[in-house]
């Protein structure tokens, strides 16, 4: 099992920017599919991004696509998610996940999630 650990949360203004890392260990990094999951207070948890083993497959949610990018250094062990233009609407908990098999967009396929980090986006 893969143990993951997401930084880089906080409270930030409209318009800002912000970049999570999430770093991983235990089983090979490389063998997993990388997922950003965000759930926001009193909502279910929702898919933001992915990034298949090698980078070279990047998938988006609507609600964030042109301003997320998705992104892994395998020899870091270590994915990333660069938020820009950010707006309230994207205050949640960030989750980042491993997935081994399955469907990117379903959090229940995901083997390994980390504790999350909070990113506040004020108005």
């Known amino acids: 099992q893969v143990q993951l650990v997401e930084s880089g949360g906080g409270l930030v203004q409209a318009g800002d920017s912000l970049r999570l890392s999430c770093a991983a260990s235990?089983?090979?990094?490389?063998?997993?599919?990388m997922g950003w999951f965000r759930q926001a207070e009193g909502k279910e948890r929702e898919f933001v991004a992915a990034?298949?083993?090698?980078?070279?497959?990047?998938y988006y949610a609507d609600s964030v696509k042109g301003r997320f990018t998705i992104s892994r250094d395998n020899t870091k062990n270590t994915v990333y998610l660069q938020m820009n233009s950010l707006n309230p609407d994207d205050t949640a908990v960030y989750y980042c996940?491993?997935?081994?098999?399955?469907?990117?967009?379903?959090?229940?396929?995901?083997?390994?999630w980390g504790q999350g980090t909070q990113v506040t986006v004020s108005s």
């Open positions: 996940a491993a997935l081994s098999t399955g469907s990117y967009w379903k959090p229940n396929d995901y083997a390994a």
């Open positions: 235990g089983r090979t990094f490389s063998n997993y599919l």
């Open positions: 990034i298949n083993w090698n980078g070279g497959r990047t």
